[in-house]
């Protein structure tokens, strides 16, 4: 099994079934191909003893027991916010650079009770405050499509769950988490080839998740097929007592099913047709349209019509949250802890300075500046009442008179830019810019999924993204399959 990225969950669980594979030699092959491609920097630890261990474990359970879990057996890796047990946890930052939880996230325990074997950390933005993973202490995750060893012009690979993308690009896993607050798990998927899909908030639960925006985190999942994505988000979601944000009535499991296209209506929304997007892009996403309207789907151009002030309604929002959730590392409670004998302000001054690197301060200085008693209205309850209506835009289009039932617009509005060409921009800059057609989903609070579609002239991949009505992933994930077998990117092309 020399072409590792090609397979799927229902694959290896058949070479298990017909003894051509099992899970312990998979999980060496997954190991190998991590260490391989190490130069990527997919990862922040590999978990190599954790992931021989859970292989032996599930080899028991498939021959010995005679039972195999929907993930028995298959290679996982998990974004550096998520805590597990005994394992380093350190958000790519300096300030949690030894933290190791004494507990597990409920995504993970649940990943685990399905039988799935971890390979590793994934590497990330700190804090997953970005949208390249350029800005981890551990150095940056580069994009595996094109990327040359000897070549100094290498490509990003998006953020902020960059190694998560390029973990499963590669093959060193079949699925991963990411987490998903304006765009983090969808940006990197589309920009590595991979579908990553966001749920509806409260779906799936957050505790464990170190938090960035609380109001609009989720994990994510990023797998090579929206199938597989289907298998591990029905491990993942339902209520949980431990998160008070869950959805507290019982997840029913999405089935992969035929889908009849001609009863589907699917809306363009004109607004993010915007500055900045290349004509690749442009035209990818009306031959997307085209397809879908070749089998009788209902495509009609649509109005959100807030989309344009929602990038700086986000802004103002993550910051203010930014600042809140960071207040807890001051040296004393949480994290880094300068060894200076120093004054209760100069310990806090002097362990925030060293353990946040620029973007993080820069978030928590403006975040501050809006939460101030003079700014509060004017900033923070203002963008408050501005997301309601960039919310009830989209209640209005798959609600209203005129509804329709998911929308497709881009995931990104370039391919991958190189390093050099995107460190050249604040970082503020660069999430406005990628993150323009992902975010809005964050702040209604709806599932979102970006498919990979087809290569741009510099061979890397381009995507598009549906967006559904609040808990419709059922059909969302559904339309995204068909949109991935009329295009059939994973069959023809592979990093």
Partial sequence: MNKLTTYTIKEIHKAYTDKLLTPTSFVDLCLKKAKQTSELNAFVTITATEAENHGIESEKRLYVEKNIKSLEGISIGIKDNFCTKNINTTCASNMLKNFVPTYDATVYSRLRQ?????IGKCNMDEFAMGSGTIDSIFGPTKNPWCYKK???DWRIA???SGGSAVAVSTGACLAALGSDTGGSTRNPAA????????????LVSRYGLIPLVNSMDVPGILARTVGDV???LNCLAGPDEMDSTTIKRQFNPVIMKEISLPKIKIGIPKEYHCEGMSKEVLDTWQYVADLLENEKAVIKSVSLPHTSISIAVYSVLNQCEVASNMARYDGLEYGLRTEEDHSTEELYASSRSQGFNDVVRCRIFAGNYFLLSRNYEKY???ALKLRRLI??????VFEGEDSVDLLLTPTTLIDAPLYKDFVSKHNRDQCALQDYCTQPANMAGIPAVSIPIRLSKNGLPLSLQLMGP???????LNVARKIEELVNFQQLHSV
């Fill in 114 to 118: 399905a039988g799935a074997c971890l």
């Fill in 150 to 152: 000897e070549d100094g």
């Fill in 158 to 160: 998006g953020g902020s």
């Fill in 191 to 202: 920009l590595c080839g991979v579908v990553g899909f966001k749920p509806t908030y409260g």
């Fill in 230 to 232: 289907v298998t591990v």
């Fill in 380 to 382: 923070f309850i203002k």
């Fill in 391 to 396: 919310s009830d835009d989209f209640k209005n």
């Fill in 470 to 476: 609040y808990l419709s992933e059922d059909l969302l």
